[in-house]
């Protein structure tokens, strides 16, 4: 594998993985919900049912599908908010499939996949500078000195467009796409080796959407980080990863390269999908999903 | 000719923090009987509150200059009780969000039958009748057992079809629809959109449609107008609007847009963010983050002119040639 360049003048650090970036196997999520006015009775709802993909340092994976279909669900599991039911993760090289039983621990794991959520305006804590906010992360995750953080900080914050007095303001005097710069700024700062997005363009505007969609492409080529990304938007998949996973209800239905799945896609899920998407000579048509 | 709805150099001022604010400035825009017209922007831009204004359905305090007319006859002058009665058998609107728009502790059957009984006088099994077989025409199968059930019980894309069905039941001339359905999946958009729109073709029901997708408002819209910073830029058909965008934002926003199936490896950006319309310099609110300015557009707000058939906002119009594709142009992308 080739050095990270590090052609411009910030430093661009990425944690360094051999092998496969993440890599999962029959990974199952399995809700335990109410099934009565009594709740006495429980049954078990499948959010997500043996998935497995590998993904290699530097390239991208998107999960798509509508909403209840399990890729949230995969996102949460592989960051540690949700327990897998089943199946094995593995990410930088090491097992996650079982809770992490240590601080440290969860601590390294933290280090190695950052997130990045849809909603920038609930993400970030409402009372922390955003210098405050990128200072923490620095010092959770990395042993610096004062000076050479706050260094890190002006880097990190041009590295994703925003000025050094940008830095000193609280979330609410940024519009919502400068919020989600600060959130990639964020997870940037423990130099993951993957980065998570979950919707992260979708609650933006247009115009915003494609700022930030071209700043992630600079930073994965820039970086070599891996990024799966979660998205129900088709278009921008095309535009953000090189390979694609279609969930249906929890089920994978089709994975592979994502033009080779945008472009000739094999299961009628994926063609439903596909043709449901507005776009120049689009008629809406009464479907029937279930 | 009198319009159904003609909205005339329509501004509007909210308070928010004490203090008076622009959200619409100078928006004119007709919509004709059974005409399907689409305001198109960003956040911010002025096209919700525009659907509001029709419904005198502003925050308190709101002040209104202009016109408003429906059907030849000016909306301002009218009392509380006026606007109750517009709303109730002239003009109705489906919100983006039916959870929040449908009182959570009544049954489907009594949301639905509400302004029959009420406003009409309608016999209350007749308007559950009614109901029931709008329920049907909407796609939702077992009709009788829903008009029992609570929102809590149906799905997002099931409540949104017993709102359209709701404004369906009133007979209204005129739909107001803010971004029904953005909060839908993709294949519940599709098949919503698909049976809004038939539905509203069968009774020849006139449709001002917000959205922010242009791709969506080109689907099924006669005319549409993009709004920028409170103000309506530039008016178009469809057609016209893709292949011969007029104003700069339009192609711009056109040009930024992802698409489905080419990648682009670069897209081309508009620099800085969408404006409000109290955030608008003077001139041209497009003025900042237009690659064509010059120094005219920050001396003078452009008048709307008819070019080609459609109207634009630009002092430039006549002059650029625009394109809507990332494609069609070289270094069009500005930092």
């Known amino acids: ?290 | 000719m009198t319009h159904l709805l003609e909205i005339d150099h329509l501004s509007v001022d909210l308070v928010t923090h004490r203090r008076y604010h622009k959200v619409l400035q100078d928006v004119s825009v007709t919509v004709e009987k059974a005409e399907v017209v689409s305001l198109v922007g960003e956040s911010g831009s002025g096209k919700s509150m525009t659907a509001r204004s029709v419904l005198n359905l502003l925050p308190a305090q709101g002040k209104m200059s202009g016109n408003i007319a429906f059907d030849g006859q000016s909306l301002m002058d009218s009392t509380s009780k006026d606007w109750q009665k517009f709303r109730a058998t002239k003009a109705a609107m489906i919100f983006q969000d039916p959870r929040a728009s449908i009182n959570p502790v009544h049954r489907i059957g009594d949301f639905l039958t509400e302004a029959l009984v009420h406003n009409r006088d309608m016999d209350r099994h007749e308007a559950l009748e009614r109901a029931a077989t709008l329920l049907e025409q909407v796609g939702i199968d077992d009709a009788r057992r829903r008009l029992r059930q609570y929102p809590h019980e149906l799905s997002g894309g099931m409540l949104q079809r017993v709102m359209i069905a709701s404004v369906l039941l009133i007979e209204p001339q005129l739909i107001l629809a803010d971004e029904p359905t953005t909060a839908l999946d993709v294949t519940t958009q599709a098949d919503v959109i698909a049976i809004l729109d038939d539905l509203r073709a069968q009774r020849e029901m006139a449709m001002l449609f917000i959205t922010h997708d242009l791709e969506l408002a080109a689907a099924f819209s006669d005319r549409i107008a993009v709004m920028y910073a409170g103000y309506i830029v530039e008016v178009s058909t469809p057609a016209q609007l893709h292949t011969r965008p007029l104003h700069p934002y339009t192609a711009a926003l056109l040009r930024s847009r992802p698409m489905l199936h080419e990648r682009t490896a670069r897209l081309p950006q508009i620099s800085g963010r969408p404006l409000s319309a109290f955030e608008a310099p003077p001139g041209c609110p497009f003025q900042d983050r237009c690659p064509y300015v010059q120094a005219q557009c920050g001396e003078s707000l452009p008048q709307p002119q008819l070019i080609g058939g459609s109207i634009v906002r630009c002092h430039r119009a006549s002059e650029l040639e625009l394109v809507s594709t990332a494609g069609a142009e070289g270094g069009q992308s500005h930092e």
């Open chain 1, 1 to 290: 594998m080739s050095d990270a360049t590090s052609n411009t003048a910030t430093a661009n650090k990425v944690r360094r993985v051999d092998g496969p970036a993440v890599e999962v196997a029959g990974l199952r999520k399995v809700f335990r919900v109410s099934g009565g006015a009594g709740g006495r009775r429980h049954r078990d709802f499948v959010a997500v049912e043996g998935a497995s993909f590998s993904l290699e340092q530097g390239h991208s994976l998107g999960i798509v599908g509508e909403s209840g279909s399990g890729k949230t669900t995969i996102a949460r599991m592989l960051v540690g908010i949700e327990k897998a039911s089943g199946g094995t993760m593995n990410v930088a090289g090491r097992d996650r499939s079982a809770a992490a039983k240590s601080t440290s621990e969860r601590r390294r794991r933290g280090s190695e996949m950052q997130i990045v959520f849809q909603d920038p305006y609930t993400s970030l804590d409402p009372r922390q500078s955003i210098n405050g906010c990128i200072n923490e992360v620095l010092k959770l995750h990395l042993t610096m000195t004062e000076p050479e953080r706050r260094q890190r900080i002006i880097e990190l914050l041009d590295q994703v467009g925003l000025t050094e007095r940008q830095g000193l303001v609280l979330p609410k005097n940024l519009s919502g796409g400068q919020r989600q710069r600060v959130a990639i700024a964020r997870a940037l700062a423990a130099e993951p080796a993957v980065l998570v997005l979950d919707e992260a363009v979708s609650a933006l505007d247009v115009s915003i959407q494609a700022q930030i969609i071209n700043l992630l492409n600079d930073i994965r080529e820039r970086t070599n980080m891996a990024y799966i990304f979660i998205s129900h938007n088709l278009a921008v998949v095309r535009q953000v990863t090189d390979q694609t996973l279609v969930l249906k209800k929890g089920v994978v239905v089709e994975q592979g390269d994502t033009e080779k799945i945008l472009d000739a896609p094999e299961d009628d899920y994926t063609k439903l999908l596909l043709a449901s998407v507005p776009e120049p000579g689009w008629k809406p048509r009464r479907v029937n999903v279930d």
